[in-house]
């Protein structure tokens, strides 16, 4: 057998699909998993992985490889409670297991263990695609009973998913093919990451690290069915073994990181620029033609083209010509798409962009270095300026797509369908994105919206445009004049902003105007409890730099809330990483 591995320690934990939170519950993990595989297949798949792969060269990798599988690494206790994990998420309890040796390997590496202490197994219970397509979820299991000393390598595992990756099985696995493809994956910014050969299957497995990608998973699996050690061998030699290799890939990830402003300004730059709405997604532009169109230097709006293409905002003309086209990805950034989110390009490369310059202020001091910058908090900020005023607002609804499940939220359907009207509040509703939504969902519901001035307005114009408008009230004011007697209310990205002593001051506000039998639903993101990589702990830098806020966990709201005489009862997730919190006033 051959196994050459590599410290993984860089590797993201990409184990959950887009728009999942990154629950390390490994039932949560598993389900996603499997619901992952369900949902995707080749074609989709692959030039989420490598950038720039598309046109004829997309559909020859497509034909070749089929999508197989996720994989992951569970540790359950023993063999029933990886059965009874199996059985609640749908998945077949009595799959087979098989010894690992690849992935065995793997952990005694990077955990300074013998391998004869590491039984890992493999099952790879079936789903089917979205075409009925036969598939597996490929599980890793190491059992880790209660107190026993492999507990520090689940946690370790489950904090950085190493072992989380796609899979691509070949079907034509021939030498030749094979080392085709690992040639395109290379082209395109696949580096080898190991692999091995497994004698209890007879299988061959080649592993690569992908860029950056719009799927959360960065590793990468071909499987070839049959000994293929010639070509294990060329992709082994492809690693770096030298002794300072750790350190170099260590530099070339910090040089990445450091670069990260450059991305934010390059996007924000193509969205003020208007590229977007100067390119066509079906076809080509060239360089020149789009420079006239948008009034800019050719030569340097081809050096920002490329740069974008590398992050699939834009893709190269596969013919060869000087052109780009615009990426879905890049649709995003269309003005008027229904979906945009050019003003959260324009908000993050701008005034937050700045005050984050001024982020050490806020970790010597504890405040705002928003308000160290521009000599008042955001809020006042932003209401003295209509433009940016405007602009906040429209970045805040530019991630609405979090709110698309809240209509069908029990609490809302509830409502709905009661014999009598029932009244959605909706506190700092901000444009009324999500109580238009909700009121164009469920006809028999009202609606009342409180906001500041400025903010009313633009809200009435907003759910008046969407038909919305006869059914809702509209109330000026702050957190003290919470509407009394709704049934259903709403705080919606709202608590992030505040300390905990102005969060319970908001939830009391609430508290009072809320009848007995009313629902409150919060939508925040979730801080995760194990410190797991989570778009909720950028958004606390965030929140502490420019606002004084913070995100919280769950049982920190459920302290919140118990404060101001509520009750948490649930949370469940939404896109985006978000939550929806649904809690009632406490049992006397």
């Known amino acids: 057998m051959t196994t050459t591995l ?70 359950p206790s023993d063999a029933q409670d990886l059965r009874s994990r199996f ?4 998945l077949a309890a009595d799959t087979p297991a098989q010894p690992s040796v690849v992935v065995r390997a793997r952990l005694a590496r990077r955990h300074h263990r013998d391998a004869a202490e590491l039984d890992v197994r493999i099952l790879r219970p079936r789903v089917h695609g979205p075409a ?32 989380a990756h796609l899979a691509f099985e070949l079907e034509s696995p021939d030498p030749v093919a094979l080392h085709g493809l690992c040639a395109v994956l290379a082209r395109h910014g696949a580096r080898p990451d190991g692999g091995g050969y497994n004698p209890h299957e007879d299988g061959t497995v080649l592993y690569f690290t992908t860029p950056d990608t719009a799927c959360g998973y960065r590793r990468l699996e071909l499987y070839a069915p049959g000994d293929h050690r010639d070509a294990l061998a060329a992709h082994l030699d492809g690693l770096d073994e030298r002794p300072d290799a750790d350190a170099d890939r260590s530099a070339e990830t910090l040089l990445h990181l450091l670069t990260g402003a450059w991305t934010t300004q390059a996007l924000a730059a193509f969205a003020r620029l208007r590229l977007p709405e100067a390119m066509e997604p079906g076809a080509a532009v060239g360089t020149r033609e789009l420079a006239r169109r948008t009034g800019t230097h050719p030569d340097s709006l081809a050096t920002l083209l490329r740069y974008l293409a590398m992050l699939d905002v834009v893709a190269e003309d596969p013919e060869g010509q000087d052109g780009f086209r615009l990426t879905p990805l ?20 701008g005034p937050f962009y700045e005050s984050f310059a001024a982020l050490d202020h806020t970790v010597r001091t504890g405040k705002p270095a928003f308000d160290e910058l521009f000599g008042e908090n955001h809020f006042d900020h932003f209401a003295r300026d209509p433009e940016l ?19 069908a939220h029990p609490v809302i359907t509830a409502a709905a369908q009661a014999p009598a009207p029932r009244t959605v509040v909706d506190v700092a509703g901000g444009n009324g994105e999500l109580l238009g939504r909700i009121l164009a969902a469920h006809p028999t519901l009202r609606g009342t919206l409180l906001e500041r001035p400025h903010a009313v307005e633009t809200a009435r114009r907003a759910l008046d445009a969407a038909g919305c408008g006869a059914r809702c009230d509209y109330r000026s004011g702050d957190f003290a004049d919470v509407p009394h007697g709704g049934d259903v209310y709403i705080l919606s990205r709202v608590l992030h902003d505040w300390d905990d002593d102005r969060c319970r001051e908001i939830l009391r506000h609430c508290a009072r105007a809320m009848p007995a039998h009313a ?13 797991s990589p989570s778009l909720a702990t950028a958004w606390d830098l965030h929140m502490m730099c420019n606002v004084g806020g913070r995100e919280r966990r769950a049982d920190q709201y459920a302290r919140l809330l118990a404060d101001a005489g509520l009750e948490l009862l649930d949370h469940t997730p939404l896109p985006l990483e978000a939550h929806v919190m649904h809690a009632r006033r406490a049992p006397a």
């Open 6 to 75: 590599t410290d993984e320690s860089i590797l993201p934990a990409g184990a959950a699909p887009p728009g999942e939170t990154m629950l390390l519950d490994d039932t949560a993990r598993l389900r996603a998993a499997a619901a992952f595989v369900r949902e995707h297949d080749s074609a989709t798949l692959l030039p989420l992985l490598l950038h720039g792969l598309c046109g004829p060269e997309l559909e020859s990798v497509a034909a070749r490889c089929r999508f197989a599988h996720a994989g992951l690494l569970l540790f």
């Open 87 to 90: 059985v609640e998420c749908g």
């Open 132 to 163: 009925g397509e036969r598939r597996v979820v490929e599980v890793f299991t190491l059992q880790v009973p209660a107190h026993s000393d492999l507990e520090p390598i689940a946690a370790h595992e489950r904090a950085r998913g190493h072992e």
């Open 330 to 349: 890049g649709g995003l950034l269309l003005a008027d798409s229904p979906d945009t989110m050019r003003p959260l390009a324009l908000m993050y490369a």
């Open 389 to 407: 005023a405007d602009l906040f607002d429209r970045s805040m609804a530019a991630s609405s797509r979090m709110f698309r499940p809240l209509p």
């Open 519 to 531: 629902d409150l639903l919060i939508v925040e993101r979730l801080l995760p409890a194990d410190g």
